[in-house]
């Protein structure tokens, strides 16, 4: 064989093995570029606001999607902290008090707009004025129910630390709706979905008002409280922002099937474990205003929401109202 033979066989081969290179390179390439979207969300009223995204969404563009159910704000803190989850579901004051402890996580919707309401089996209750000189029970002190209905009190001219008397002996959202049902507690302030299962359980007590009208009237904000907060990584957002996008559209979408397929998804929320009942579950959607909103439409709604828990207390937001940084921009 001549030296040029050689030396054309050679440059195919040089180039058979340019080509492999490629494309294996390009596998690798684009199997570093696909991210699991590990997702953390609440029992209750945040993850119904996710269970036909739970039940049909697996993966989004190449990217699979992995959720996980879990029972307290703490334990979603606790995994926020060792920055495991790229998203996650913890009420709006937590998700504040995070960024501004330095946590690298920033608002990317709001799904949850208030399920708080004043419950009990007093007919004489219709208003605020009406509480004067009564015990009113409340899960824990500087959480946001208690910091809410303090608020809304001194809005509808009461002081609530003379005019009304404070019970925190139930520390707990369980702890308290057992205590309604069992009639240890008269007046009460609960959350969806548990005052569905309460008025289950005792056809004595019934919804007085809601705090999320009586918040709408102060602010004229048809969307309510902002309560529940969907977070995502920083450097996931900043690195994937169409993804985050792309993530949210389908939230939005999924969220309002909660909405008006009720029935199916109180059926989703037995087989997921959120609630054991599912006509409890299907009745208990409505109080608990779902509704996803991206971060660029609501700043000023949380900004406002913000600033009631920072002139209560600075530090139960961390000592500061969250800058522009808090919120993530599409």
């Known amino acids: 064989m001549s030296l040029s033979s050689k030396c054309i066989r050679l440059s195919f081969r040089l180039i058979n ?28 009223p945040s993850a119904m606001s996710m269970l036909f995204l739970m039940e049909e969404l697996d993966e989004l563009d190449g990217n699979p999607i992995q959720y996980e159910i879990l029972d307290e704000p703490l334990q979603i803190r606790a995994r926020m902290l060792r920055e495991e989850p790229e998203m996650a579901m913890l009420p709006t004051k937590m998700a504040a008090n995070l960024f501004n402890k330095g946590l690298p996580y920033q608002l990317a919707a709001i799904s949850v707009w208030g399920t708080l309401v004043i419950f009990g089996k007093d007919s004489l ?16 002190k500087g959480m946001t129910p208690d910091i809410l209905f303090r608020f809304l009190a001194r809005e509808n001219n009461l002081d609530p630390d003379q005019d009304v008397i404070l019970d925190y002996s139930f520390p707990s959202h369980n702890d308290l709706a057992n ?19 309460v008025k289950q359980k005792n056809q004595e007590v019934k919804i007085l008002f809601n705090l999320g009208n009586e918040w709408s009237e102060i602010f004229n904000d048809d969307f309510a409280i902002p309560q529940t907060s969907l977070v995502v990584k920083s450097t996931f957002a900043s690195d994937n922002p169409n993804l985050v996008v792309s ?19 109180g059926q989703l929320a037995v087989s997921y474990g959120i609630l054991p009942d599912s006509t409890i579950a299907s ?11 991206p971060s660029w439409e609501v700043k000023d709604r949380v900004k406002a929401f913000l600033e009631v828990f920072y002139n209560f207390n600075p530090e139960s937001i961390g000592g500061r109202l969250p800058d522009e940084a808090f919120f993530f921009e599409k």
């Open 17 to 44: 093995l340019i080509v492999l290179v490629l494309l294996f390179g390009s596998c690798f390439t684009q199997n570093e570029d696909n991210h699991t979207l590990n997702v953390l969300t609440l029992r209750g």
């Open 125 to 140: 209750i219709r208003d605020w004025e009406d509480l004067r000189g009564k015990r009113v029970h409340l899960m824990a």
């Open 179 to 197: 205590a309604v049902i069992a009639g240890l507690a008269d007046i009460a302030v609960l959350s969806e979905p548990l005052v569905s299962m």
């Open 247 to 265: 993530f949210l559209k389908k939230y939005q979408e999924y969220c309002t099937k909660v909405v008006t397929d009720a029935q199916v998804a």
């Open 283 to 293: 009745q208990a959607i409505p109080g608990c205003n779902l509704k996803v909103l």
